[in-house]
């Protein structure tokens, strides 16, 4: 099982991001998957959830109505569109894979002027 984040960076207050996160080594379509933060200092923090269909998401109440989880079964993947950003939405943001207990590597996101 293999799980690779990409799409962080530096962007400024306001502004939007998208992450991405490939996975490979298991039948994706069939697994919910979710995203997590850990910024210096604070608690791992889930962000967002997404089951297996897509049916259903779930977000932390500090990012509802700003970001969105999606997922492209067809290329095994899952996003996280980031907008309105805050400074401290700065994090390292990890997707995982709770059927297989997986962590990507992360990516690291920085919310600064």
């Known amino acids: 099982v293999q799980l690779v984040e990409s799409g962080g960076g530096l962007v400024q207050p306001g502004g939007s991001l998208r992450l991405s996160c490939a996975a490979s080594?298991?039948?994706?379509?069939?697994?919910?998957m979710s995203w997590y933060r850990h910024a210096p200092g604070k608690e791992r923090e889930l962000v967002a959830f997404?089951?297996?269909?897509?049916?259903?998401?779930t977000y932390a109440e500090s990012v509802k109505g700003r970001f969105t989880i999606s997922r492209d079964d067809a290329k095994n993947t899952v996003y996280l569109q980031m907008n309105s950003l805050k400074p401290e939405d700065t994090a390292v943001y990890y997707c995982?894979?709770?059927?297989?207990?997986?962590w990507g590597q992360g990516t690291q996101v920085t919310v600064s002027s």
């Open positions: 995982y894979a709770a059927a297989y207990v997986a």
């Open positions: 080594g298991f039948t994706f379509s069939n697994y919910a």
């Open positions: 997404i089951t297996s269909t897509g049916g259903r998401t």
